[in-house]
């Protein structure tokens, strides 16, 4: 009989990989992912995650992504098969990095290297690192990732939602995009909405978009193409610059400036002034129109959207009126919304709502 094929040790073999890597790319080994990769409870344990918070820079992140695919003259083949979440935090990647974790999600598959998950966060990521990481997520390159998170890397901005959406709009995978802090502005909202969102491929169930500048248009770009989806469950919008209470306060700190200056000054205080006044004007009819969007999506029964924060913005009291009449107790599509506590309590009252909480299971009694 023919001798039985050989058992092999994957986790070995990823150990063993990533310090060849590390030698041919001149880097030494990192302490976090070298704990990452070797589990004190069980050695032999599935290794599911790969997490650090460690500054790789692109040559570690290279050598971690080489060592995955397990590809290089003299590495233990095969890939590393049992990895689904990449997660590196403050990893300086930059756009080289990207790249090599872009490899893994689009040469991986051929080995069963399918990452469900990646994080590459505050990574010094630009819109070159976006475009390689949006070709690995084409329609026929991958079909396992299912959230991606690229928070806080500021120079992303709305180049990079471009080019990232060049890939994604022929994704039929990618559930998760969170984009929080990434300088980005109503035409990164325009972006998605019409490159991915509206793509009949798309599957996006939620996008957070924490701390960017999408203002009033973004958001209605955003709830339009929401209202056609019937997969996009939730939109996080904590402070996008939405609601004109900013510019409020910036007339009444021209004004209060004014009477305490010279005349010539006061004159000039009072053209700001006005000019403020037309801004809030403004700005309260996009808002108007934004939240009106927004609160029709939440309402329509043929949308999946029923999760919505808006914390962090400037909404007036006569903002978050509009959203008042879409939000009434017979709505019970809403699972979740979101509002700053400072609004008037009827009002907060009126729109805030959280889930339930999770009930433990009460284990069976022996």
């Not at 590393?80 to 990647?93: Q, T």
């Not at 690995?136 to 990732?145: D, E, I, K, P, R």
Request: hydrophobic content about 50%.
């Amino acid at each position: 009989m023919p001798a039985a094929a050989e058992e092999i040790d994957f986790n070995e073999n990823l150990r063993a990989n990533y310090a060849k890597s590390c030698k041919l790319l001149g880097v030494k080994e990192d302490a976090k992912v070298t704990a990452a990769i070797n589990p004190e409870a069980d050695a032999a344990a599935p290794i599911v995650v790969i997490a650090t918070d460690s500054q790789l820079g692109p040559p570690g992140v290279r050598a971690l992504a080489a060592a995955i695919l397990a590809r290089g003259q003299g590495f233990k083949a095969p890939g590393y098969k049992h990895v689904k979440a990449l997660r590196l935090w403050r990893a300086d990647a930059r756009d080289s990095g990207a790249a090599a974790v872009a490899d893994v999600l689009k040469n991986g598959p051929h080995d069963k290297v399918e990452l469900e998950l990646v994080e590459l966060m505050d990574s010094g990521i630009t819109p070159a690192g976006c475009a390689a990481l949006g070709s690995a997520l084409v329609l026929g390159a991958n079909a396992s990732l299912r959230t991606l998170r690229l928070d806080m890397n500021g120079a992303l901005r709305d180049e990079g939602v471009e080019a990232l959406c060049r890939g994604l709009r022929s994704n039929r995978s990618l559930r998760v995009l969170t984009l929080a802090h990434c300088g980005l502005t109503e035409r990164a909202a325009a972006v998605l909405a019409t490159q991915w969102m509206a793509s009949p491929l798309c599957v996006a169930e939620a996008f957070d978009l924490t701390g960017n500048k999408l203002g009033a248009r973004g958001v209605q770009t955003l709830a339009r193409a929401a209202a056609t989806s019937k997969t996009l469950k939730e939109l996080v919008l904590c402070d996008n610059q939405i609601g004109g209470g900013f510019l409020e306060a910036r007339a009444g700190m021209a004004r209060a400036g004014g009477a305490a200056a010279d005349p010539e000054g006061a004159d000039q205080a009072a053209r700001a002034a006005a000019a403020v006044a037309e801004g809030i004007e403004t700005t309260a009819a996009a808002t108007k129109e934004a939240l009106t969007a927004l609160g029709e999506a939440l309402a329509s029964a043929d949308c999946a959207l029923a999760r919505v924060s808006l914390e962090m913005n400037a909404l007036t009291p006569a903002d978050a009126a509009v959203l008042v009449p879409f939000c009434g107790p017979e709505n019970k599509k809403i699972e979740m919304l979101k509002v700053d506590a400072t609004l008037p309590p009827a009002t907060f009252v009126a729109l805030w709502r959280l889930p339930p909480p999770v009930k433990a299971k009460k284990g069976k009694k022996k």
